[in-house]
């Protein structure tokens, strides 16, 4: 069981940007999907959280009202909006169904 996260990159302060997560060998539509980060020096962190067929979410506070996660079983895709980026977004995004080995991550650097 593999996913793939793609979509990051160096922004502005102020600054959107989609992180797409594709999971494959594995029944997709069966497992909740955790968004984890991790900051230079820092623990890997929790920053959403949905659950099998899209119904439920949630999110760390300090990302609430900025992110919002998403997915489509049929593609096997999961999105996670971020809007209104700040510097302390900076980290490398990692997504996780529980029974996946960690992909490589996408790099999101947010600096001015």
């Known amino acids: 069981a593999q996913v793939a996260e793609s979509g990051g990159g160096v922004v502005q302060p102020g600054s959107s940007l989609t992180l797409s997560c594709v999971g494959s060998?594995?029944?997709?539509?069966?497992?909740?999907m955790r968004w984890y980060r991790q900051a230079p020096g820092k623990e890997r962190e929790v920053v959403a959280w949905?659950?099998?067929?899209?119904?439920?979410?949630d999110y760390k506070d300090s990302v609430k009202g900025r992110f919002t996660v998403s997915r489509d079983n049929s593609k096997k895709t999961v999105t996670l909006q971020m809007h209104n980026l700040k510097p302390e977004d900076t980290a490398t995004y990692y997504c996780d169904f529980g029974i996946t080995d960690w992909g490589q991550g996408t790099q999101v650097t947010v600096s001015s």
């Open positions: 949905i659950d099998p067929d899209g119904t439920s979410t």
């Open positions: 060998g594995f029944t997709f539509s069966s497992y909740s």
